[in-house]
């Protein structure tokens, strides 16, 4: 079973090739052990927390993020059952852990965005907590501290961070699990989205309603924003979404993708999230004309 994960890029046909996971250094939270049974256990906490041989190499990576392009940028990964931070740096052999202080503060990671301008990472938690460090994944700056309360600590939501206009903007999605009477399959739908712009002076969040004419792209892939022109076909003011759900298991994602129109406050599906399982999930990505 080959545990290299690698980078593909589908319309140029470029290969990057990253270190094995089994280069992640163990920490008291997480490690990666084969049992007797071929499975594979990756929470020294819940040890009942496992999967099988081929479905771990797709889930234990939770997103990936990259500074630039090329072999030459730091990747910066979201990994494991609760969600840690790793990089990986030009040159480097080997993964390295990420700002992190190990308490129930500093985990369960959700997205992670590069900013190009100031050349660092931000990283948000899913109870809304950010952080930015830089390309090495040090001079932390702890940017907003984390909301505890019963809305955030639904594990049905979950959390993306962009920035639009110069400003931190987080997007609040929530599925809704829903039984199918068939065969005892279930389906995930995406039913709520919000919009929040952080206020540094103050440092709390405001729900917004308008992004102009630019639209966001939230999934598995970094969150970006478009403006409507770029590409025929993008509609102002929305967020698109594709699959993206807690488990990530190949069971759970069913083809939940389509877009939220924050003026008419609607939802438009691309797809019958009744169909088949999608996997692997589609990733957004963002169109080259040179």
Not at 211 to 229: E, M, P, R
Request: hydrophobic fraction near 40%.
């Amino acid at each position: 079973m080959d545990f290299q994960p690698r980078i593909f890029n589908p319309l140029t046909k470029a290969e990057i090739s990253l270190p094995s996971l089994f280069t992640i250094p163990e920490d008291k939270y997480q490690r990666i052990k084969l049992d007797e049974s071929s499975e594979f256990f990756y929470d020294e906490i819940d040890q009942c927390f496992a999967t099988d041989v081929e479905m771990f190499r797709d889930v234990y990576f939770r997103k990936i993020v990259m500074s630039s392009n090329d072999q030459f940028g730091t990747v910066v990964v979201i990994y494991g059952y609760i969600k840690l931070l790793a990089l990986l740096r030009p040159n480097d052999k080997a993964w390295v852990l990420g700002p992190s202080d190990h308490t129930n503060k500093w985990v369960d990671f959700e997205d992670v965005y590069y900013h190009e301008e100031e050349h660092r990472f931000y990283a948000i938690t899913h109870f809304s907590a950010v952080l930015a460090f830089d390309l090495n994944g040090q001079n932390v700056e702890f940017i907003c501290p984390p909301i505890y309360d019963d809305h955030a600590a639904n594990s049905n939501i979950m959390n993306y961070i962009a920035f639009l206009f110069g400003n931190l903007i987080k997007i609040e999605r929530e599925v809704e699990r829903i039984d199918l009477d068939d065969d005892e399959s279930m389906t995930v739908k995406t039913i709520r989205i919000s919009i929040f712009k952080l206020l540094p002076d103050v440092v709390a969040w405001i729900p917004i309603k308008d992004l102009g004419d630019f639209s966001l792209f939230v999934g598995c892939n970094q969150t970006f924003s478009l403006h409507h022109t770029v590409a025929p076909g993008i509609r102002r003011n929305c967020v698109y979404f594709t699959d993206h759900v807690e488990g990530m298991s190949p069971n759970e994602v069913t083809r939940d993708a389509g877009f939220y129109d924050l003026h008419s406050d609607c939802f438009h599906y691309f797809l019958d999230s009744d169909l088949q399982p999608n996997w692997p999930p589609s990733i957004w990505f963002i169109p080259s004309f040179s």
